[in-house]
């Protein structure tokens, strides 16, 4: 493992619009201690599994090899706009946006940035690791309702680090489907940052997708602001990461603003997949409708870490938070923990969280009709999925890759 | 006179099971033909269901001795889901809710899976929209239902329509029907007797487990058992189920153990 000194070293001289962020990160993970045990944040952590991501070069593809297919691409025909990852090239240099949208760029993004660096808690080391290393940005306005998908996609590069950060602000009454696709591939790293930004009325259906490979690993931070009137809906499947740390980080600013997060992890093999989401109500009569399942099979370990904050001004918060957890195998491990702090004394929070194993009643219920055991667990398995996938609502089921990995699991 | 020779379904003999080490089944002995219904009577825990679930497979029964010959197959040594596509069919008493399973999409897999074995066309889903409405009609049941989850907010009656749907469906040659009629209203209860004694054939073969005589109103049996702690402690006509009616189970006991092998 690289020392943090060694890392920052190893990374190429901060230049361009990030060159303010990049050095204040640098700065920022050196002064962080080292993830560790005692920690409580970190204390199931596979540690080594992190420290491998510092070994890893920063992704250097340029854009001449890129397959022209994996370009960012955009016209009115199309239903969506499609925003590549791959190379080091702006991002958003080859593309023309449509009406409603517009690009944060210049002076404007090094303000934003500047804001968001105050903002953010300090000490997170994921968060500073994407600070320091983060090459690509893509920063957007959303001035108006949009009807068209934006599609953002991360195709890592292998045997590297590969590092972006997605700023999106989203005006009065605005709206957006936005669809992140996050690809590992052999012996690579993703580390992502996604800030979002409602203001009042505003309305945002996020999807996510993340789907590793062999040796492949992902840091993702996402930080959501929701002004009120607000409505951010966030649906995620992770799948296929040797190592993943998802921390989606929501603030209801001023209350009145409805969040539902549903999401699925499904963890094979050694993996080791963690949720740490937190959910902060600063404002009155806001709504959380929060669902995260996970699925654990083989050696597997899947980390749940759900924490609602609900400050005294926060009267009359409404928040549900359930985690449903599958344990497959008797090597597995499934930690879940919801940890809600409650200040506010007029306020509806329920929280649930169950592990279990498939039903035997309900395998044997579909064998005494002929289904043979492997296809009544697929179709169980599935069924336990549905519930997000279906949020998703990608053309069509088969283009996800997790039906590989149900049938997998049944194997 | 022309006496056709008996055609054996079912011969189960000296059948013992247990759950968790504690012993339910001690010793049942039932032939069934062809062409015959035969009811199951007797009190609540007297191993009426277990009987149900140890014949179609249930993985959470030890059968200690004894056998079950399905058509002359040691039926102990199949899989349940073997057992289903050979023609056992189990009429769950609490039919299983399964969200996320599509019903429709169900009910064609578990067709398919009997028709492969029957030597018949596996069908994809147009073909099976087409032959499923033929069989609602036999349960009169809304096609509605068939887009929702396997049994997910169905009523009671609704649920019962479902199994009898499947049983239609898969042409099994042996049906087990755990309580179909508990939790049933009158005209429920007749659209799902009338359905029943529609798929009743000289070639397949009917046991009802019941509480009660209404259900033998609508479908007649040609046996009638009585189970009490884990045995087939007496079996006679229709006559018996009607005795039974109106005295209860306690005479039966205070008889000499006097099961008729038939």
């Known amino acids: ?411 | 006179m022309i006496c056709q020779e008996p055609k054996p379904i079912l011969e189960i003999s000296n059948l013992h099971a247990e759950v968790e080490g504690q012993p339910i089944l001690k010793g049942v002995n039932l032939n069934i033909n062809a062409g015959e219904i035969h009811a199951i009577m007797g009190r609540n825990g007297s191993g009426k269901s277990t009987l149900s679930k140890v014949i179609a497979g249930h993985p959470a029964y030890l059968i200690s001795s004894g056998s079950i010959k399905f058509k002359g197959i040691n039926l102990l040594e199949l899989e349940p889901e073997d057992r289903a596509r050979l023609g056992v069919f189990l009429g769950f008493q609490y039919p299983v809710e399964i969200p996320g399973v599509n019903n429709l999409e169900f009910l064609r897999v578990a067709t398919n899976s009997r028709r492969k074995e029957l030597g018949k066309n596996e069908l994809d889903t147009f073909e099976f929209e087409e032959l499923i409405d033929e069989h609602l009609k036999i349960v009169q049941m809304d096609p509605a239902f068939l887009a929702r989850s396997v049994n997910e907010g169905f009523s009671g009656g609704e649920k019962k329509r479902n199994e009898i749907l499947q049983m239609s469906l898969m042409e099994p040659l042996i049906s087990i029907l755990d309580e179909t009629d508990s939790g049933l209203d009158i005209d429920a209860l007749r659209i799902i007797s009338s359905g029943i004694n529609q798929l009743i054939t000289k070639d397949n073969c009917i046991i009802l487990i019941t509480h009660y005589q209404r259900l033998l109103n609508e479908i007649k049996p040609n046996y009638v058992h009585v189970m009490s702690s884990g045995r087939i402690i007496k079996t006679g006509s229709s006559q018996l189920a009607l005795e039974l009616e109106n005295k209860g189970y306690d005479w039966i006991d205070h008889e000499p153990f006097s099961k008729e092998d038939k």
Not at chain 1, 199 to 226: M, P, T
Not at chain 1, 260 to 274: D, P, Y
């Open chain 1, 1 to 411: 493992m690289k020392q943090p000194k060694e890392w920052i070293n190893s990374l190429p001289k901060p230049k361009g619009t990030l060159l303010d962020i990049q050095k204040r990160g640098r700065e920022l993970f050196l002064k962080q201690d080292i993830p560790t045990h005692s920690i409580e944040e970190w204390r199931l952590t596979k540690l080594e599994r992190l420290f491998q991501i510092l070994d890893l070069p920063l992704s250097i593809k340029s854009e001449d090899e890129i397959h022209p297919s994996s370009n960012s691409s955009f016209s009115e025909q199309e239903d969506k706009i499609s925003i590549s990852l791959e190379s080091n090239q702006d991002p958003l240099n080859s593309i023309i946006l449509p009406e409603g949208i517009e690009k944060i760029e210049g002076e404007k993004l090094k303000k934003v940035l500047n804001d968001n660096y105050k903002k953010h808690t300090p000490g997170n080391w994921p968060l500073s690791i994407n600070y320091s290393s983060t090459n690509k940005i893509i920063g957007l306005k959303i001035n108006k309702k949009n009807t068209k998908e934006l599609e953002i996609i991360m195709n890592a590069q292998s045997n590297s680090l590969n590092s972006y950060r997605i700023i999106i602000l989203l005006e009065e009454n605005a709206s957006l489907n936005l669809l992140q696709k996050d690809f590992g591939s052999k012996n690579s790293a993703i580390s992502t940052l996604v800030e979002l930004h409602l203001k009042k009325q505003a309305k945002l259906n996020h999807r996510w997708i993340g789907q590793g490979s062999l040796d492949s690993n992902l840091l993702a931070n996402c930080l959501v602001e929701q002004s009120i009137g607000s409505i951010y809906s966030l649906t995620s499947v992770h799948n296929g990461w040797s190592f993943a740390r998802v921390e989606p980080i929501i603030t209801q600013l001023d209350g009145q603003a409805n969040t539902i997060i549903k999401s699925l992890q499904i963890c094979t093999k050694e993996e080791q997949i963690e949720t740490h989401s937190h959910v902060k109500f600063n404002g009155p009569e806001g709504n959380l409708d929060q669902l995260h399942k996970a699925i654990a099979t083989d050696k597997s370990h899947s980390i749940f870490n759900g924490k609602i904050n609900v400050e005294k001004i926060a009267q009359k918060t409404n928040a549900s938070q359930l985690s449903r957890n599958l344990l497959l195998s008797k090597t597995a491990r499934i930690d879940t923990k919801p940890e809600l702090e409650i200040i506010a004394d007029d306020v509806k929070c329920a929280h649930g969280a169950t592990i279990s194993q498939l039903q035997e009643e309900e395998l044997f219920y579909l064998q005494s009709r002929g289904i043979k055991i492997r296809e009544a667990t697929a179709l169980l398995l599935k069924a336990y999925c549905q519930e997000i996938i279906n949020k998703i609502s990608i053309n069509s089921i088969a283009d996800l890759p997790i039906n590989n990995l149900l049938e997998s699991l049944n194997q």
